[in-house]
């Protein structure tokens, strides 16, 4: 099957930054989505960013000329550089990711999150 492994969340101040990673692992054959959905508390996930095949990108408005996101295809992997922290960007982070299997089977890959807490 696919994994998604992800890395990169902690505590940090209000203006500080994070950099997370994703990097998907299993029986491959190619990645269609990728990205990362957030969920703070009470709340509903909602998307940060995906960059898609042909590298198409959206990020949620919140995030914009903060966060960069991009993918090496080759590895399967995904970082999201996020810079200017703000209380309210604390939540879970998920990677995301639309795989293509070996199998033909499309699947719908959630990572286990990463807690992000910008905090003063």
């Known amino acids: 099957q696919v994994t998604l492994v992800e890395s990169g969340g902690g505590l940090v101040q209000p203006g500080g930054s994070l950099r997370l990673s994703c990097a998907a692992s299993g029986s491959i054959l190619s990645i269609n989505v990728m990205g990362w959905y957030r969920q703070a508390p009470g709340k509903e996930r909602e998307l940060v960013a995906n960059i898609v095949s042909g590298g198409s990108i959206e990020y949620a408005d919140s995030v914009k000329g903060r966060f960069t996101i991009s993918r090496d295809n080759s590895k399967n992997t995904v970082v999201l550089p996020m810079n200017s922290l703000k209380p309210e960007d604390t939540a879970v982070f998920y990677c995301?990711?639309?795989?293509?299997?070996?199998?033909?089977?499309?699947?719908?890959?959630w990572g286990q999150g990463t807690v992000v807490t910008v905090s003063s």
């Open positions: 995301y990711a639309v795989a293509l299997s070996t199998n033909s089977r499309t699947l719908r890959v």
